[in-house]
């Protein structure tokens, strides 16, 4: 016989259960809720940070067109008139500069809390800050974009946001980098060289030294390529500042415009790729009173050596090399010649005097001689004539080689391999030949 069907038992709940179940109902619900504000503030920051970007790219346009009332209808009226006019002076600078390419990128959000002190000037509108990344190219030099940071106040008025300032908050960390547009007229010089077009972006006051480097650039380039080669772009961007501010807004606060006549400048740098944006060398206010024309022609080489070694450099590589290396081509006679006991004395005088008292050095120089004032001009000069040495010893391709070797970062206590396997000798016996070279020539 079948069995019979087996009916299903129903269950009491228990009060218990019964409150389990509501809280989870509860809980459900609050969780929905969550979810639905959280999507809400994303929708709606996601509108303002497409609103900031609209901002940022009609002030791009404005800037760059010139457009007086554009830029007028982008700053808020409570900065001030000095906003304003400084973003005109910034147009009316740009005017002549080539450009491929210039905008504003919106960055991260900063957690940077803008005062009340702040913010109350502008009422019950919401102020915030923001971070921008000016993207700018010069056409004909650059291949590709560079970026510098931007950091900006913006407030939201009736009729759209507007930009209230463009300096950080008091004590913050965020920066604004202020380019040459920023300190002036802006003359523009084009020399042809090697790889295209070279430009120099001078103000008016600065004409005589930007004309003179104009002259010396193409001899320079070509001074560079016949001992590094010919794998770097062959022309540059130069920079000639009128005022200690300007060198430092471009180069930063690690190099003194009053001590040197020019820097090296460069920012993302892809060695996997041998690639180096924003290169530029940068002339300080006092280049021009310095420098004799020899002495020009020594600074645009060395500057320009960095310029087409940086992508094959990295970042704390021995510093001797790095100097050495390009004070060698700064100096070097376009015909090769050697150097004599009076190029040693006149290019290198603190080494001349300290081999005359003490004899020759016996060690490489270190970083931390280059990092110390009272040694780190006799570093140079002892560098410089360790490169010399190595070219007219053992051959100018051997030193670039050994210049690549070396270029590949950090380098430990034992540089035995690098130097056997470019110039042929042990470091003992190429210090020791370079002091018997000094001494001789000294």
């Given at each position: 016989?079948?069995?019979?069907?087996?009916?299903?038992?129903?269950?009491?709940?228990?009060?218990?259960?019964?409150?389990?179940?509501?809280?989870?109902?509860?809980?459900?619900?609050?969780?929905?809720?969550?979810?639905?504000?959280?999507?809400?503030?994303?929708?709606?920051?996601?509108?303002?940070?497409?609103?900031?970007?609209?901002?940022?790219?009609?002030?791009?346009?404005?800037?760059?067109?010139?457009?007086?009332?554009?830029?007028?209808?982008?700053?808020?009226?409570?900065?001030?008139?000095?906003?304003?006019?400084?973003?005109?002076?910034?147009?009316?600078?740009?005017?002549?500069?080539?450009?491929?390419?210039?905008?504003?990128?919106?960055?991260?959000?900063?957690?940077?809390?803008?005062?009340?002190?702040?913010?109350?000037?502008?009422?019950?509108?919401?102020?915030?800050?923001?971070?921008?990344?000016?993207?700018?190219?010069?056409?004909?030099?650059?291949?590709?974009?560079?970026?510098?940071?931007?950091?900006?106040?913006?407030?939201?008025?009736?009729?759209?946001?507007?930009?209230?300032?463009?300096?950080?908050?008091?004590?913050?960390?965020?920066?604004?980098?202020?380019?040459?547009?920023?300190?002036?007229?802006?003359?523009?010089?084009?020399?042809?060289?090697?790889?295209?077009?070279?430009?120099?972006?001078?103000?008016?006051?600065?004409?005589?030294?930007?004309?003179?480097?104009?002259?010396?650039?193409?001899?320079?380039?070509?001074?560079?390529?016949?001992?590094?080669?010919?794998?770097?772009?062959?022309?540059?961007?130069?920079?000639?500042?009128?005022?200690?501010?300007?060198?430092?807004?471009?180069?930063?606060?690690?190099?003194?415009?009053?001590?040197?006549?020019?820097?090296?400048?460069?920012?993302?740098?892809?060695?996997?790729?041998?690639?180096?944006?924003?290169?530029?060398?940068?002339?300080?206010?006092?280049?021009?009173?310095?420098?004799?024309?020899?002495?020009?022609?020594?600074?645009?080489?060395?500057?320009?050596?960095?310029?087409?070694?940086?992508?094959?450099?990295?970042?704390?590589?021995?510093?001797?090399?790095?100097?050495?290396?390009?004070?060698?081509?700064?100096?070097?006679?376009?015909?090769?010649?050697?150097?004599?006991?009076?190029?040693?004395?006149?290019?290198?005088?603190?080494?001349?005097?300290?081999?005359?008292?003490?004899?020759?050095?016996?060690?490489?120089?270190?970083?931390?001689?280059?990092?110390?004032?009272?040694?780190?001009?006799?570093?140079?000069?002892?560098?410089?004539?360790?490169?010399?040495?190595?070219?007219?010893?053992?051959?100018?391709?051997?030193?670039?080689?050994?210049?690549?070797a070396l270029a590949d970062g950090p380098a430990g206590d034992d540089l035995s391999h690098d130097f056997a396997a470019t110039v042929g000798a042990s470091v003992d016996e190429v210090v020791d030949r370079w002091g018997e070279w000094l001494s001789d020539r000294?």
């Amino acid at each position: 016989m079948p069995a019979p069907e087996t009916l299903p038992r129903i269950r009491r709940r228990l009060p218990w259960e019964r409150i389990g179940l509501a809280a989870l109902a509860v809980a459900a619900v609050t969780v929905g809720v969550l979810f639905v504000d959280l999507e809400s503030h994303e929708q709606s920051e996601y509108g303002v940070r497409v609103e900031l970007q609209a901002l940022l790219d009609s002030w791009a346009e404005a800037v760059r067109t010139g457009d007086r009332a554009a830029l007028a209808g982008i700053v808020d009226t409570g900065a001030g008139p000095e906003l304003l006019e400084a973003e005109i002076s910034r147009a009316r600078a740009l005017r002549g500069v080539p450009l491929a390419e210039f905008g504003y990128e919106l960055g991260a959000e900063p957690t940077v809390e803008v005062p009340g002190e702040v913010s109350n000037r502008f009422g019950d509108d919401p102020v915030r800050t923001l971070t921008a990344l000016l993207r700018y190219e010069i056409d004909g030099v650059d291949e590709a974009p560079t970026r510098k940071p931007v950091t900006l106040l913006v407030v939201s008025r009736d009729d759209g946001w507007k930009i209230a300032s463009d300096r950080p908050l008091p004590d913050s960390v965020s920066t604004t980098w202020r380019g040459p547009w920023d300190h002036g007229p802006l003359d523009v010089t084009t020399t042809a060289t090697a790889g295209g077009r070279s430009m120099i972006l001078a103000h008016p006051d600065t004409a005589d030294l930007a004309a003179d480097i104009a002259d010396e650039l193409p001899s320079a380039v070509d001074a560079v390529s016949k001992v590094w080669g010919a794998d770097w772009p062959k022309r540059s961007l130069i920079w000639v500042t009128s005022s200690r501010d300007e060198f430092t807004d471009l180069v930063g606060t690690a190099h003194n415009g009053d001590e040197i006549a020019a820097v090296a400048i460069s920012d993302a740098v892809d060695t996997q790729h041998d690639r180096a944006t924003g290169q530029r060398i940068v002339f300080s206010p006092a280049a021009g009173s310095r420098l004799s024309r020899q002495g020009l022609r020594a600074v645009l080489r060395h500057e320009l050596t960095h310029i087409a070694a940086r992508p094959r450099t990295v970042d704390g590589s021995p510093l001797w090399i790095l100097e050495g290396y390009a004070d060698y081509i700064g100096y070097r006679s376009d015909d090769g010649a050697s150097v004599t006991g009076a190029d040693l004395r006149r290019i290198a005088p603190n080494l001349a005097e300290d081999v005359d008292l003490h004899g020759a050095p016996s060690q490489i120089p270190t970083d931390d001689d280059f990092a110390d004032p009272d040694r780190s001009r006799t570093a140079y000069e002892t560098a410089w004539s360790l490169a010399t040495f190595v070219a007219e010893e053992y051959g100018r391709d051997q030193l670039t080689a050994l210049y690549r070797a070396l270029a590949d970062g950090p380098a430990g206590d034992d540089l035995s391999h690098d130097f056997a396997a470019t110039v042929g000798a042990s470091v003992d016996e190429v210090v020791d030949r370079w002091g018997e070279w000094l001494s001789d020539r000294l």
